[in-house]
């Protein structure tokens, strides 16, 4: 059996490898490297953009690879990512929640504004399996308007 101490120590390690993944993962999203971005999620992932379909474009629920990468290109032919700041991370066993603002540039108009997002991830196996973001829904439907 092993001490309180040593399963801290695991728990330590686990949670700052989760959080570096969570960085990795985020950051090559931010700079639309898809093929790294995919390494980081199962084949299974389900991603779901909360909000309302007609106010927010991008809400639903898309699942695996193909559902992923449909995602973040319907996204990236739409905004310019600038820059992308995590504000905090939690990680909890096989959970993180990570709340960020990211500064994007509307391809349309040009407008640049911040994006306030908070994104809650599940792990399976060490590769992210579940997804669920919420933004500031005001905010994403007006950067849409042409």
């Known amino acids: 059996m092993q001490s309180l101490d040593v399963l801290r120590n695991l728990a330590d390690v686990d949670r700052d490898i989760l959080e570096k ?5 985020l950051k090559c999203r931010a700079v639309s490297d898809f093929e790294r971005y995919l390494t980081f999620l199962s084949p299974a992932v ?9 106010l927010h474009p991008y809400s639903g629920c ?5 559902g992923a990468l449909q995602l973040v290109r ?18 909890d066993h096989d959970r993180a929640v990570v709340r ?3 500064t994007m540039r509307q391809n349309g108009t040009r407008e640049i504004r911040h994006l306030h997002m908070c994104t809650w991830v599940r792990f399976q196996n060490g590769l992210i399996i579940e997804i669920v973001e919420y933004s500031d829904t005001a905010l994403t439907v007006f950067l849409s308007q042409p």
């Open 62 to 66: 898309y699942v695996g690879h193909e």
């Open 100 to 102: 960020r603002v990211k």
């Open 21 to 25: 993944t969570l960085r990795d993962f």
């Open 46 to 54: 389900e991603i779901t953009i909360v909000g309302d379909r007609k």
């Open 74 to 91: 319907r996204i990236d032919v739409e905004f310019e990512y600038i820059e992308s700041r995590i504000v905090d991370i939690v990680v």
